[in-house]
């Protein structure tokens, strides 16, 4: 097990390297194939510092709480909108489900927990997860229809906090990635694997409901 402190720019190429070689592993379902190819990124704990966004604040926090009126699918459109890129660091976005989708083939490789706890889950849910955040946000008289939704990495997310993504230090972005789906296309067929050789983490229908968020067919 590898303990992972901090991620930059170079995790988020790491990891979306080595699933999207993983992926077209498992489109030919050849699942000994991907644990090989996920071995260098396999064993990762995040134990950093970060504090995931979505949980932050309290529940009287009117930014929080008008921000749960964003809607999956509608998450679902600002992801695909950006083209499952992040709009601060300019980096490659996986959608949770998908990495969801992978955790459950690989359970003990590339670990799962859904309140982000420190010690119990893989550092790419911080580094390629996409948030849908408002790029106005509430407490500044911005509104919650998608024009206002910006995609942005939960890692990003959580360092920007409730202050504009204008007014963040500027990064050095990479080239923009042609034609990068988040690896929607290879998503039914992880999924697919996951319930004939994993362990299942979210509820039963998680996955049938963000296909369909997506508009693809059910597994
Ligand atoms: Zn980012």
Not at 28 to 39: F, K, L, M, Q, Y
Not at 74 to 98: H, K, S, W
Request: charge should be neutral.
């Amino acid at each position: 097990m590898t303990a992972v402190l901090t991620i930059d720019l170079a995790d988020v190429d790491r990891y979306a390297d080595a699933l999207s070689a993983a992926a077209k592993a498992i489109a030919t379902g050849d699942v000994v194939e991907a644990r090989e190819i996920i071995g260098p990124i396999a064993f990762e704990r995040w134990e950093g510092r970060l504090r995931y966004a979505a949980n932050a604040g309290t529940t009287s926090d009117p930014v929080e709480r008008r921000a749960r009126d964003v809607t999956d699918r509608m998450r679902a459109q600002v992801f695909l909108r950006d083209e499952m890129t992040c709009t601060y660091c300019g980096g490659r976005c996986i959608p949770r489900n998908v990495l969801v989708a992978f955790s459950d083939l690989f359970p003990d490789e590339l670990p799962y927990h859904q309140n982000y706890r420190r010690g119990a889950i893989h550092p790419m849910y911080w580094a390629l997860a996409p948030e849908a955040d408002h790029t106005l946000a509430h407490a500044r008289g911005g509104t919650g229809d998608i024009a206002n939704l910006t995609t942005l990495h939960t890692m990003c997310n959580a360092r920007k906090s409730d202050s504009l993504v204008t007014e963040l230090p500027t990064v050095d972005r990479p080239a923009h990635v042609v034609g990068w789906d988040g690896l929607l296309e290879a998503y039914r067929s992880i999924v697919a694997l996951g319930n004939s050789h994993g362990r299942r983490h979210s509820a039963a229908g998680y996955h049938r409901r963000w296909l369909r968020h997506f508009s693809l067919e059910p597994v």
